[in-house]
């Protein structure tokens, strides 16, 4: 992981309503850090602080610093909570880690070579990805910040499964642990729908020879 995130964090007394109300108008984010055995905390961030950071891919699924008072503690985000009209964030909820502890994650996934896979480049196909991250079980120290898909030997109507996808060292995929009927496609190549209509079946309704046969059975004298 290169990537470094630390949040600073303040301890939250008041509960309620009405305090969460007085909270975010002094834009701040109500939010709580629990796991490892240890108690809940309810804590709260500097709202411009959090929004800076989510702009940032690398957030969603790295291990997170969480400085309180000074005090550091190792943590991922498990939920967060939007406002569903404004660019708000509603509420955080961070999952403590530890060294010795498998997490479950959601992880992006980055896609390479689509511009030189065989059946974009040769056969003109269009790619459609079918899912844009996915769920995998590791140590800490391990989390990746993504994984990637390899496009570039794809060709027409081929597809990219999970089992496809390299899983560095001390990752598992959860679904694939599931059965081979979880083996699910991540992306495929496939001819545009335009190219398709162009395509006419012999002897079909719209044919010469159709139109042909059409006027011969109607012309009997």
Known sequence: MSTEFVLNAELRTDMGKGAVRRMRRAEKIPAIIYGT????????????????????????????????????QQAVLKDLQRHPSKPKILH???????????????????FTGEEIAP????????????MSNVEIRCL?????????????????????????????DGVEMV????????????????????????????????SPDAAAGGDDKGDKS
């Open 119 to 130: 059946g974009v480049k040769e056969g003109g196909g269009l790619i459609s990805h079918q």
């Open 175 to 206: 679904a694939l642990g599931q059965g081979d009927d979880h083996n699910l496609p991540v992306a495929n190549i496939h001819m545009p729908k335009a190219a398709k209509e162009e395509v006419k079946p012999e002897g079909g309704a719209d």
């Open 37 to 72: 055995g240890s108690e809940p905390v309810m804590l709260s961030f500097l709202h411009k602080d959090i929004k800076r950071q989510l702009e940032n891919e690398a957030f969603y699924s790295n291990i997170l610093t969480v400085d309180l008072d000074g005090k550091k």
């Open 92 to 110: 955080l909820d961070l999952l403590r880690v530890s060294a010795t502890e498998k997490i479950t994650m959601q992880v992006p996934l980055h």
């Open 140 to 168: 800490a120290k391990d989390l990746p910040e993504f994984l990637e898909v390899d496009m570039s030997n794809l060709g027409m109507n081929e597809s990219v499964h999970l089992v496809d996808i390299k899983l560095p």
